[in-house]
């Protein structure tokens, strides 16, 4: 599935503001997913102890379990271009749908931690499918004046919906009396944060409902008709619309479908501009960004911090990550990709550093002395909003904008793959390292973050305001 971005042309009119609210509201819509694809991400978080206690499992077994839902996500990421392509995307949002809420029942009532492994995979796969079909259908239905803008909801859902989850985390938890394994309407907690993503899910299925096909995909299937009256509902009625189904039918038979193949060549297998695709894809992911998502809590109990404290936490560096997000939105163009990816590595180096030398400290009452604890709290907020103002957001501009046009859809999910194999790597591996020597797996971390800045000084080129050829 591809979508194709296109610049308007001199004169060219966009859509007006009577029919803004309304090209929000489907963009909105359909970054529904994104919500889902943060909330399922992170609402683990809540449940990883009760899960341990519960099926008396050792960390290397709870860290499969965990991570066993990004094989479900690679392979959604992969097929979901593909099933949208066949059946259209507003029948892969459904699907989507369905599988989030299936997988929230299945895991709230497990009756085998085999079981929930399976849910998890479930609801892995529709993560995938959530993260590719989501861009795709706004790129598809925006008017080129918004386009942009209307993008950036996916990704400012996904960190709302990370925050979110936390909050109803830690809301449950508080219900429960802290006791992650305390009852709630006949349940344990961890059993209800996991399956109250019903209610979004459900939401995302309606919402879909209401929201139209892609004029895109209505053309490739012949219902020209129908994609006119799309059309005219998001670019308004004063566009040429004959002229507009005809140059998406232009832009349709003038694309290059990428393949594999395509990608070969130069010394090392990959063409250069592909293994620096990988190479960005694997650092943001090997600075240990998701075990703050997935482990924070278990993190900060590990350390003597109370549970619902540790909860707590977790929400505000959620909140933390949505403000650097934010922030990267509004400087990714002003300064340029290249230099808030550095500004990134060296504020992440530092954080995580920082967490390394507190948690380094020996406990004293199951916890770490004042002056370490403080530090190692801080820090962690401080990594995170680095990580989010910076290789959150950049990464996937740069992987939208540095390959040329004859490979870019190819290289494009190579890259995407090595990320999910990249965040599995380090969401399999922390709790035995953290078993090991926590203060060690955060100079690992910390190594990651520091060899990213010669990483991005020597092979990274800025994309900023160059098309994509230049970019070959």
Known sequence: MTSTAQAPRPG????????????IFIAAAAAMGGFLFGYDSAVINGAVE?????????????????????????????????????????????????????????????FALWDLAFWRIIGGFAIGMASVIGPAYIAEVSPAAYRGRLGSFQQAAIVVGIAISQLVNWGILN???????????????????????????????????????????????????????????????????????????????????????????????????????????????????NVAFYYSSTLWQSVGVDPSQSFFYSFTTSIINIIGTVIAMIFVDRIGRRPLALIGSVGMAIGLALEAWAFSYDLV??????????????AAHVFVLFFALSWGVVVWVFLGEMFPNRIRAA?????????????????????????????ATYVIYTIFAALSIP????????????????MG
């Open 50 to 110: 009760a899960i341990r206690s519960r099926y008396d499992i050792g960390s290397a077994t709870l860290a499969q379990v965990i991570a066993i839902a990004l094989i479900g996500c690679a392979i959604g990421a992969a097929t979901a271009g593909r099933i949208a392509d066949r059946i259209g995307r507003i029948r892969c949002m459904q699907i989507s749908a369905v599988l989030f809420t299936v997988s929230a029942v299945g895991s709230a009532l497990p």
């Open 175 to 289: 219900a429960a009396g802290g006791d992650q394994r305390g009852k709630l309407m006949g349940l344990e907690a961890w059993q209800v944060m996991l399956g109250v993503m019903v209610v979004p899910a459900v939401l995302y299925g309606l919402l879909s409902f209401a929201i139209p096909e892609s004029p895109r995909f209505l053309i490739s299937v012949g219902k020209e008709d129908r994609a006119r009256e799309v059309l005219k509902e998001v670019e308004g009625d004063r566009i040429d619309l004959t002229a507009r189904v005809a140059e998406i039918e232009h832009a349709m038979k003038s694309e290059h479908k990428s393949t594999f193949k395509d990608l070969l060549g130069g010394s090392f297998f990959f063409k250069p501009i592909v293994w620096v695709g990988i190479g960005l894809s694997v650092f943001q992911q090997f600075v240990g960004i």
């Open 12 to 23: 060219a009119k966009t859509a007006h503001p009577e029919h803004l609210g309304h090209v």
């Open 455 to 470: 990483f991005v000084l020597k092979y990274v080129k800025e994309t900023k305001g160059k098309t994509l050829e230049e």
């Open 365 to 378: 009452d199951g916890k770490l002395p004042a002056t370490q604890g403080w530090v190692a709290l801080i």
């Open 411 to 439: 290289a494009l999910g190579v890259a995407a793959s090595a990320q999910w194999i990249a965040n599995w790597a380090i969401t399999a591996s922390f709790p035995s390292l953290a078993d090991w020597n926590l203060s």
